[in-house]
């Protein structure tokens, strides 16, 4: 396994841990089964809201590039490229990005295909697929986690995001 598969497994199952391991198990039948319907359904709500951010991100980077990519991180969020330092912070964030944003047709879509929400309510991941396509390179694709937390205007701002990248070969990009 490449080191940058090693990392988003690590993230993912830190992801998973976080959002698991802060309710003891309940005997089936018990007091608690109400309760726990109830975070079920409060946490199924909350996932909506981040699936749906995750999408509006998407929609905003496509309209506003990196001024949006930017927006949507909170101050202390961090990228964690498939290759290179981890960056922190809107300005590092920034400087990172721009030049992929500013290559000649520059395009960066994804889709969310699925996430969880911790039983706090403020903590979040999800996970999809990426594609990045520009006039002067090859098309990457790739799989991407992002880390969520609700900031304190109620609004989800992303909190780490790491993805990894496949080159598209040429014969797959035709058919």
């Given amino acids: 396994m490449t080191s940058t598969a ?54 905003a980077v496509a309209e506003g590039g990196v001024d949006a990519w930017v927006a949507a991180f909170a101050e202390d969020g961090s990228m964690i490229p498939a290759s290179g330092p981890v960056v922190t912070g809107h300005e590092a964030i920034r400087e990172m990005m721009t030049p992929a944003f500013g290559t000649p047709g520059f395009v960066l879509k994804w889709e969310p295909q699925g996430g969880e929400v911790a039983t706090s309510g403020d903590l979040a991941y999800t996970f999809g ?31 780490a995001d790491i993805g990894t990248r496949e080159q598209i070969e040429e014969s797959e990009e035709a058919g």
């Fill in 6 to 59: 090693t990392r988003v497994l690590r993230l993912a199952l830190m992801a998973g841990l976080a959002v698991g391991c802060d309710r003891p198990a309940q005997p089936p039948g018990s007091a608690g089964d109400a309760e726990i319907s109830r975070e079920a359904d409060r946490t199924s709500g909350l996932l909506q809201e981040v699936m749906e951010a995750d999408r509006d991100f998407a929609a």
């Fill in 129 to 159: 697929e990426f594609e990045s396509r520009s006039d002067a390179e090859a098309p990457v694709r790739g799989r991407y986690v992002t880390v969520w937390r609700l900031g304190g205007a109620g609004r989800w701002e992303v909190i």
